[in-house]
Structures are given as C-alpha cells and as structure tokens.
C-alpha cells in the first residue's frame, strides 16, 4: 500500500536509509513539489519517531537560504511523524569529486557550506554527519541537508545522554568514534577537512580496513597520503589549513567555520587550476563510492536495536533532492511554511518548533556588541546584566550573543543556567566549566587537555582537581567559593587562547558560586578577555541581600545594567511576521493591540492557531470566518493563555486527557528541566513508558518542552507553563502519588549529592503530606551543606524543618527532633562556634539515649569527642571516645572513628606503643567494614603514625601504595588526605621544587573551603618548602608570619604540621635566618606549653625535634 499523508500526494521515491525513506510530492492546495521524509513502516517504534522528531527539532531552529528548509511536520494515516522538506533541484556535491567543475565553482560551493555551517553552529546545532551527499547544488550554490542524527546542544545543560556512534567513518572526527569525547561545533569542522581534501585529491585522506585502524589512523598526526588533481596547484597554506582541521584534538583544530571560510578565501587567491569543466551529463543518483567505510552508520559501541543504533541518514543523500525535470513552480520563501490552506494544525508544527526570533531590542542588542568590541578589541573583562519580568526575552538576548559570537567567530561561548527549582544538577557552573575544556580524556597519544597545555607540558591549573571537578560522575558538591575558584581557572586558560562569551542564565538563583565568579572575573581588569551577560528576573534581582549585592557588583568599573522594557509596535510587527507570515497589511493593523512582551506574544499566536482563530490562505494567514477582533485580542493573563493552550494540548488526548495531564504534572514537578528517564520513573506508579514517551513526542512537537541536547534532556518552553502545570498537581485525584512519585525519582537518581535536588525533594514531600519524610530530606540538605562549608545554608534548611515539625505538632523529644539537633551541632562545630555546637548537642545526646537510638548516639559522642579534642580537653575527649567503643559494633564507622581520636592524642603525647596498637584495631576494623574507604582512612593514619615517630620506610611504602590506588578512582577526599601526608615525605627527603608548587595549589584550595586546621597544615609547609629553597628573606619572612598567624587560629596542630614547624625552624637556620628561626621556636615552645597546661596532670607532648635525625 501506497504511503500518504494529509494534503500531500506522494509521487516517487527518491531514496532510502537504514530507517526512512524520502519521497517527491505535491502538495494539494497549493501544487508545490516537495521532498517528505517518512518512518519506514516495519522499523516505526517509538525511538524512531524520537530520532525523527530530534531531526524535525534541529531543521526547525534553521532558517537560512544555505540549510534546506523545513517546510512543514505533519503523518502519515498511523499517526507517525512526517518531515515535509523543501526540494532541490540539481546534484549533490559528490559529482563533483569525480566530475570536477573548476576551483573557482568549488571554492564557492565550500563557503556555502561554511556559512551553513556558521548558522548551524550559532543555533547549538552540530551536524554530525557533513559529507558530498549531504550538500546539495543547485546552479552553483549549495544547500546543506539532512540533520538526521544532528545533536542540538543547549548551552545551559550538559548532554547527559548515551552516546551512540553515529556518521559515516570516513568523515567522522576521532570524537565521534570515541563516546567519552565530547562533539561539538568542531567536529564538523573535522568533516569538512576531509571533504576539502577529497575535492582536492579525489580521493578521501584516510583508507581503512575497518573502524578500530580508522580510529586509529584519526588519532595520529594528519599526513597527506595523494597526489593534488592534475593540473591543480594549491599554495602550502592549503595543506597547512587541513592538516589543521584534521587534528587529533578537536580544541585544537581551526574553531569557527567563518575563520575557516577566511582562511580558505585568503588562500584560494594562490591557487593554480588548468582544468576547465568539462560538459557533464545530467547528473543521476549516485552510487556510493567503493568503500566499505563510505555508509552512514549509527550504532552504539556494544549492542544495536533498529530502534537505537539505525539512522534515519541514508547512503543516497536522502533528503531532498530532484535530479528529474520539473514542472515549473513558485519556489517557496525562506521564511513562511506552505502559502496555500491548510487544515488545523498542518505547518503550525513547525511555527512552535521554531526558536522565538530576537527582533527589536536594538539598544540592548548595541550594549551588548559594544562590549563584545571592547573584549576583542582591547581587551579586558566587561559584564552586562539584563533584568526584566517573565516573558521580556531576557534569556533569547543572551541567546543572541551566544549565536553571534559563534556565527562570526569571536569568542568561544559557553553557559551556567539556573532556575528557581535548582534540580538541574547538571546545569551551573560545572557544567560551563567541562564545556569550555571538554573531558580530561586524550584524543590522541597526547596528555589531556594538549591544547591547554605549555612548552613542558604543564596545565595552568591542578589537573588532578580539575579533572575530579568536571567529571561527569556527580560526585559531592563543592563549596561555592572553591567551584568558582576552579571555573575561574579554566576560564582564565582558555581566554589565553581566545575570548571568552561567558552567560549566567537566572542567576539569581545560583548556588555555587556564580556570583563569586564574577566578582572574581571583574576584579581581574585587563587581565583576561571575557564579556559576561547575567540574566535575572525583575523580582529576583530586588530581592534583600541579592539586591545590595548586584548594586555593588553593577557599580564597578566595566559593568552596565540593562532593564528590559515593553515592545514597541515596530518591533511587535517584526516579531508577529517573524512567526507568523500574515496577510499583507493584517501585521501592522495588529501591532498595536498586541501584547507587550514576547513571551505573550507568542502565545497568543500559538492560541490562533491551535483554536482556528487564524487560517493560512494563499497570501498568508488571516483571521477565520466569524472571528471577532474582542477574540483576537481579549485582555487576558499570560498564565490564563497558557492554561488553555495546556488544556487544548490535554483535549487531543480524547479519552486519555488525565493522563497527559498527569505526565506533565509531573515532568513540571521535577523542574523547568529534567531527564526523560526520570520521568519515567516518576510516571512509573501512574502511567507506562510508552505512554509517557507518546506524551513527551507530542509536547515536544507543539513547542511546550524542548529538546535542547539532542537526546533525553528536555526543559519547558518557559517557567511559566512549569509553575502552572505545578500549580495543577494539588487539583489531582491523588496528588500524594504524583508528588511522592517525582520526589522518589528525584532522590533515587541523584541521591541526593546536590543540595538542590534535596532541597526539591524535600518541597514535593513537604507538599504531599508525608511531613515526616519531608524533614528527613531537609536535614540531609543540612549535612551537605555542612561538608561543602555553605554553613548559613544549613543553618536556612534546620531552621525550615524545625517551622515543617512545628507546624505539624509534631513534639519535642522525636528522634527527628535530635537529628536536626545533631545536624546543627554539626554546623556549630565547623563555624567554631563551640558553645552552640554543646549545647544543641547536649539535646541531641539526651534524646538519643532515651530512645536508645545506639548509632545516632555514637554519632553524637563522636563530635562531643571532636569538640572536646579541638578545646584542648584531650582527656575528656579520650574518654568519650573509649565509651564509644562500648557502645558501637566491630566494622562500624563510629568504632573507626572513636580508635582514630585515641591515635591522635596517642600521637600527640608520643605514646608509641598505644599507637601501635591502636593503628592494628583500626586497619582490623576497616578490613570488618569491608569498605575501601575507610580502609584507605585507617591507612592515611597508619603512616601518619609511622612518620611521627621516625618509621619513614614503613610509611613510604604504605603511602605509595594508597597513591597507585586513588588514582585510579573516583576518591578526591582520599586523593587529597595522601597528598597531605605526601608533602611530609618530600620535606623529609628535601624533595622543595616539588614541594612548592603542590602545597601552594592545596593552600588556594583550603582557603575556600576554610578548613583552617589543613590551612595552618599548608602555610607552614609553604614556608618550609620557600626555606628549603633558599628564596629571598623578605618572602620567607612573610611566609613565615603567615605560618605563625595560622597558628593562632587553631587550638593544636596536626601532626604533619608539628614536624614541619620543628622542620621549618632547622632550614631557616641553614639559611641564615636565625631570628626567624628563633620566632618559629617561640612560637612552638609556647603551644606546647599550653598543651601540657591543658592535660593538667603532667602529661608532656612529644617533640618532633627528637626524631628530627631519624629522617
């Protein structure tokens, strides 16, 4: 049976792929020729039509006489998506490989493919798979197509996807046939090398026998391996400009197709050709060249299914093109759909799959490239702030810089995104920071990140830090200020390179450290080049202490604060023939009493379509018959707008409203983003997947979610239809089930690494009654944040929990009560606020031990332990910690930790024999725990131990052991714990040039973390390691106040830090500074005095000095 499709009579086949084929057709009314891509009927699952509609997604964002259009997205008969392309008229660019025209019309046809490219790229689109057959001529100029397995990177999220291998091999980039790489603008870039060196030669630049030698081949140094074409002589720049777009690592080729394009026009002028065209046929379909690697594939590394693996690319450039004569016909315009009536709905698709166009806002569009002029120009950090209400297009401005940035070549953009609901764990700056480096996986025999890297080889920041941070595994948070200190870095790298566009979406609602960064960023003047825009929303940006901090930050020099107001009409008229091509004179009769903001705007257009107030006629789109203008343009809410436009997507559903309704409900509960998996999960008590898949397909298809990355990651068009799809949970039969549901899928995904999410999880649980569990979440908010050192964060979340059991009358004396005690004890105990930390503990203990709640307990003896130890009341610290040991089970981490503070004071007063012994029933324990990390733990204290009283070899070998094993995992608290106690062994072996730099990268990292015991552990090896290499006096002199300053900030020392003092002292006097050395003694003796004072029983501290030549 013939295919079909509404208002579309299908005629030939033009071709077909590993999943679809493409057709030539007419459409009805208006009789137009064009080329409609379908799902083939035996391979249309559900991940098909997904793969059909990313394509449908990726082709609707283009709107460029370079890209073929999409014209229109309708189905078949069975309800599957229809792609209705524009069709081309002519050959695809592989004629000429083997038919060669002439440089000059190949030079040509190579900058129409760059500008394509260029538009492609500032929209976020890589395409993935450029190539001869996917560019198309017509006359001499040439039209990219077929955005199959493009990928759509939302320059706010990270791709969180699975990644398949997907292109055909033999214009692949290394990136591609690697899935821990990541793709992006160049990779494509990568292909068009290869295309520019097989018009050039005539022959590809890689033969292989299969994919593994081509991956291998890809990821070594390009050599040219052909002759030129007879008669054609190119200057060495050529060669030197493939060579460049072919290089292993992809930050490293050539970045921005429009810097291609300029250096290909510049070149072209040396170029000799003394062949003219030869009379070519007419060209036909072409075969594919004789290659086994010439195919389109896609298919995961492992295992395939039609439904995953299969592309919907086929060998025979299989989009749009038309080699046959023609009947003549009006082309269509490179804006508007179909220009003849269509039935509801027919090319609407299309309309709201489109991203909003930025028309107007001209002046802040001059702010904007004004400072980007003054960044490239001249240099320097410049910030602009745009502020406005919901809907103002705040965001489509910042959008806007992004695309202009890239589409000229400017300056390498990237993006930290932000919303009120913070789940969206892999948004922020994390996520700006892995963009802007790319993985720390090698793409070639080269070391990570070559493109970063110095004449020797080294990074400008802490690879092993950098690389635990932008790691894709979520791991724990960091504190903020450390966060920002790291994208500080890698921003700072690459602006070595080139500019940087840095945007900061909602800012406002940042939590790690956004606004450090640019209060960072601003205090750098001229030293780096970056243009920063912030986005905030009106009421988010005058809010209390956020407000006093924006009016600072905007007062600084290089800072502009831009407010977005209403639309004029003129801009009104733009943006409404924009959307919608409407009948001559209707736009400028409508203007006026259209809405203010864009985002209304919008929406009232979506309203005309999807309820037939307008109807495409053959000029355009009119009002329909009967329609009023009151109805055109009733004075209604945007959140009353959307509403029915919620309602007309659930009445579509006929008999399964509810649940549409239901799924995004709960989609909206997640977050303004979310994974599609998790929806799942979420859905996974109400409705099936597939169900769930069908809703997403549709949402996706009417503009109310996008999907920006490609793959599962989706996000609502706008907050608002989020908040009022929210708003609507309450209003279920059983709004408890939705609301857990979600809250579930939250925390089991994510596990509550990211305060955001918990603090989400916690808002749903709250919302759905189980007050119990709510308060749970909350406390656990409360605990990251404490191990992060956003202390006042936890201090918000405890005190929200205390008002959630308060208002639940739930009563004092509840285990939950003690948890939230115990918690803020814990926050006391890091803000040194001992007193509070005692008292509210003293709670805690009390309710604990009534209800005989023996781990809980031990919990809280452990920090009464601490608390005692850090005051100096060591031996009520050992006590507490001995009758922990009662209480606690064998392999338990409270009986790990109450050995561990009986080897401190052990250490502390040189008990060497109860050291012993100890360090054996704490690596007894860790083996009974079975787990590796506190097994690594006890061993870090084993050679502490072990250096402490001289057994150097013993603790060389168990350090460098823990070494090779942290390495290789996933462990930063480990990783750091060794290097603390390696620094001991590089002072010992005098080992000082390694010792600098390290230790001063540990110290920048303490200090924003403010641990201040590692700090006064840090500052006196830095002023140790400046003694041992002799530097000049006045630096050590400083660095030795320092060490002497820290000091006083803690009550006793580590240690590590007692031997590097005693340490200190001795090299100073090597170096000829006695009266430093002599305040270094001062300094000690008289904290040793005060420790003896504080046993207060005769006790005496053990002095590193006596071991000092055992070293």
Not at 238 to 246: G, K, R, T, Y
Not at 463 to 486: C, I, N, Q, R
Request: proline fraction near 5%.
């Amino acid at each position: 049976m013939a295919p079909s499709a509404p208002h579309y009579e299908i005629d030939t086949i033009l071709g077909e792929g590993g999943m679809g084929r493409v057709y030539r057709a007419v459409h009805h009314p208006s009789r137009l020729p064009v080329a409609i891509k379908m799902l083939r009927q035996e391979l249309a699952s559900p991940q098909a039509r997904r793969l059909l509609l990313r394509e449908a997604a990726a082709a609707a964002r283009l709107d460029h006489p370079r890209i073929v259009k999409l014209l229109d997205l309708t189905h078949d008969e069975d309800g599957r998506p229809v792609l209705v392309m524009e069709l081309v008229m002519g050959h695809d660019l592989s004629v000429w490989i083997d038919d060669w025209p002439g440089f000059p019309r190949v030079l040509g046809a190579l900058c129409d493919t760059l500008e394509g490219l260029a538009v492609a790229h500032g929209a976020g689109i890589v395409h993935r798979d450029l190539k001869p057959g996917n560019l198309l001529v017509e006359g001499d100029r040439v039209k990219v197509t077929d955005f199959g397995v493009a990928v759509v990177l939302d320059p706010l999220r990270t791709d969180s996807t699975k990644k398949f291998v997907v292109g055909t091999p033999v214009y692949m980039a290394p990136e591609q046939l690697d899935p821990r790489l990541d793709i992006g603008p160049w990779t494509d870039i990568y292909a068009f090398g290869v295309l520019l060196y097989e018009l050039l030669h005539a022959e590809p630049p890689h033969i292989a026998e299969g994919l593994s030698d081509l991956l291998s081949q890809k990821r070594s140094p390009f050599v040219p391996k052909h002759p030129l074409r007879p008669g054609l002589r190119v200057p060495r720049g050529m060669f030197a400009l493939i060579e460049a777009l072919l290089d292993p690592e992809p930050r490293r080729r050539m970045r921005f197709a429009s810097e291609v394009r300029d250096a290909l026009v510049s070149l072209a002028e040396e170029v000799e050709d003394e062949l003219t065209a030869e009379p070519r046929s007419k060209p036909s379909w072409r075969t594919p060249r004789a290659s086994n690697m010439a195919g389109t594939i896609a298919q995961p590394p492992e295992e395939t299914t039609a439904a995953e693996g299969a592309t919907l690319s086929a060998d025979l450039a299989d989009t749009i093109l038309d080699s046959a004569p023609a009947p003549p016909r009006a082309r269509p315009s490179n804006r508007s759909t179909l220009p003849a009536p269509l039935s509801p709905g027919t090319g609407t698709r299309v309309i709201q799959l489109r991203r909003l166009p930025l028309v107007g806002r001209l002046a802040e569009r001059a702010i904007i490239e004004e400072n980007l002029d003054q960044v490239v120009g001249r240099g320097g950090v410049r910030l602009v702030g745009i502020v406005g209400a919901s809907g103002a297009g705040k965001s489509a401005l910042a959008r806007w810089g992004l695309d202009f940035v890239e589409r000229h070549g400017q300056m390498e953009g990237v993006a930290a995104g932000y919303d009120i609901t913070g789940t969206a764990p892999t948004g922020g700056l994390k996520h700006a920071t892995r963009r802007l480096l790319g993985p720390p996986v090698p793409a070639s025999d080269e070391p990570p990140w070559a493109w970063l890297r110095g004449p020797g080889g080294e990074l400008p920041f802490d690879e092993a830090e950098m690389t635990a941070f932008v790691s894709k595994e979520a791991g724990e948070a960091l504190a903020s200020d450390h966060t920002a200190s790291l994208a500080e870095a890698a921003i700072e790298a690459v602006s070595r390179i080139r500019p940087v566009y840095l945007w900061l979406d909602d800012v406002g609602w940042s939590r790690d450290g956004a606004l450090s960064l640019v209060e960072r960023l601003l205090a750098r003047g001229d030293e780096l080049d970056v243009a920063i825009v912030v986005t905030l929303r009106s009421g988010t940006a005058g809010h209390g202490a956020l407000r006093e901090r924006l009016a600072s930050l905007f007062a600084k020099p290089g800072a502009t604060l831009v407010t977005l107001g209403a639309l004029g009409d003129t801009e009104k008229r733009t943006l409404l023939d924009e959307v919608l091509q409407l009948a001559p004179g209707l736009a400028d009769a409508f203007a006026p009493q259209l809405d203010d903001l864009p985002l209304m705007l919008l929406t009232r257009v979506y309203a005309w379509i999807e309820n037939e107030h307008v109807v495409s006629t053959e000029d355009g789109y009119r009002p329909n018959e009967g329609i009023s203008s009151a109805e055109l343009f009733s004075d209604r809410a945007v959140e009353d707008t959307l509403t029915e436009r919620l309602d007309a997507f659930f009445t579509a559903f006929g008999d399964d409203r509810t649940m549409a309704r239901r799924v995004l409900i709960v989609a909206a509960l997640l977050g303004a983003s979310f994974e599609e998996d998790v929806l799942v999960a979420a859905c996974s008590g109400v409705v099936g997947p597939e169900q769930v898949h069908v809703v997403v397909d549709r949402a996706v298809l009417t503009g109310l979610l996008r999907s920006e990355s490609g793959g599962g990651d989706l996000r609502f068009d706008h907050g608002l239809l989020k908040e009022i799809l929210e708003s609507m949970a309450q209003s279920d039969p059983d709004p408890r089930r939705l609301l857990r549901g979600a809250a579930d899928a939250l925390r089991v995904t994510y596990e509550m690494a990211h305060a955001a999410v918990g603090e989400r999880v916690a808002s749903l649980l709250w919302m759905s009654g189980d007050v119990e569990d709510a308060v749970e979440a909350l406390v656990a908010v409360a605990e990251v944040h404490n191990r992060t050192g956003d202390l006042d964060e936890s201090a918000k979340a405890l005190e929200l929990a205390r008002q959630w059991l308060d208002s639940a009358e739930i009563a004092d004396g509840t285990i939950l009560r003690g948890r939230i005690a115990l918690v803020d004890a814990d926050r006391a105990y890091f803000a040194i606020d001992y007193p509070t930390a005692e008292r509210v503990l003293g709670e805690a203990r009390a309710i604990f031990e009534a209800h005989g709640e023996t781990e809980l307990l031990a919990a809280a003896m452990n920090l009464e332990s601490g608390l005692h130890f850090y005051q100096n009341r060591f031996r009520e610290a050992e006590r507490i910690a001995r009758e922990m040991e009662t209480v606690t089970a064998p392999g338990s981490v409270w009986r790990h930790r109450a050995i561990h503070r009986q080897l401190q004071i052990a250490s502390l007063v040189g008990d060497d024999v109860l050291a012993t012994r100890l360090v054996r029933e704490a690596l007894r324990h860790a083996r009974l725990s079975g787990g590796r990390f506190r097994y690594r733990t006890a061993h870090i204290t084993a050679a502490e131990c072990e250096l402490s009283v001289g057994r150097v070899g013993d603790a060389r070998l168990r350090l460098a052991a823990l070494r090779e094993e942290v390495s290789g995992i996933d462990d930063t608290f480990s990783a750091a714990e060794v290097g603390d106690v390696w620094f001991w062994l590089l002072a010992i072996d005098g080992m000082w040039e390694e010792l600098a730099p390290r230790v001063a990268q540990r110290l920048a990292l303490l200090e924003s973390n403010a641990d201040t015991w590692r700090i006064t552990m840090a500052r006196t090896y830095c002023a140790l390691a400046a003694a041992g290499l002799r530097d000049d006096e006045a630096r050590v002199a400083a660095l030795v106040d320092a060490h002497i300053e820290a000091g006083c900030q803690v009550p006793n020392d580590e240690p590590t830090t007692r031997y590097a003092t005693r340490r200190l002292a001795v090299e100073l006097r090597a170096a000829g500074h006695e009266a430093l050395a002599a305040r270094v003694d001062a300094a000690f003796e008289a904290r040793m005095s005060t420790l003896e004072a504080a046993f207060g029983d005769g006790t005496t501290i053990f002095d590193p000095a006596n071991v000092l030549d055992a070293y």
